[in-house]
C-alpha cells in the first residue's frame, strides 16, 4: 500500500507540471524593407477588452516591448511621426488536454498473517488536465496606411492571475523574431 501511496503522489505531481512550452510564430509582408524602421510609437487603443486585456496587461506589455525595442536600438519618436506603429493584444482561454498516468504496481498482502504477497501489475489510467492557454500578439503597422506589416505571438499555458512571465518571456522572444525577420540580428 506504501509503494502505492508513492507512486499515485509521483503521479500526481507530474499531472500538475504544465506540458506546454512557449511557441513563438511570426508573419510579415516580404516586399516591404522591415531593416529601414528606427522610431516607434503605439497605436491607439483600439482592441476589444478581453479578460486579460486590461490596463495593467497593456502597461506590462507596452513597458517589456519598450524595454527591448531600445535594447536592440529602436528609439520611440518623439515627433509623432514614427517609422511603424505597435498595436498589442493578450488573449486566453482555458484548455483541457487528456494524458495517460501509469499506476506502479500494487503489492498485496496474502493469507491470514500477510504472508508474502501478490504484486497486481500497474495500470494505465487517462488523466484530463487543466489549464490556460495565453497569447501575446504585437502588431506591427505602417503609420501612413494602418496597414499590417508584421505581426509576432507568443502562446504559453499561465496562471491567469499571473501573466508576468508570459508577458516578460514572450515580448521578448517576439521581438527576438522580429530582429530575424528584419535581418538586424
Known sequence: MKAFMIGFSIGLIF???PAF?????S?????????KWKT???????????????????KRIKTEAESQ???NGFVKAAT????FLISLTIAGRPVTTMESRSLPPVVVPTGRRGGPGTTIPGAT??????????TVMLDFLDPATNQLIWRGLATDSIDPAKPEKLIK??????????????DRK
Open 15 to 17: 499531472s500538475v507540471i
Open 80 to 83: 509623432g511621426k514614427p517609422d
Open 21 to 25: 512550452t512557449q511557441s513563438v510564430k
Open 125 to 134: 489510467v487517462p488523466v484530463s488536465r487543466r489549464s490556460f492557454e495565453a
Open 169 to 182: 518571456k514572450g515580448v521578448e522572444k517576439v521581438i527576438k523574431q522580429f530582429m530575424k525577420d528584419a
Open 69 to 71: 525595442l531600445n535594447a
Open 40 to 58: 516607434y510609437d503605439f497605436a491607439p487603443d483600439q482592441t476589444q477588452k478581453t479578460f486579460l486585456q486590461n490596463s495593467l496587461n497593456e
Open 27 to 35: 508573419d510579415f509582408d516580404a516586399t516591404y524593407d522591415l531593416s
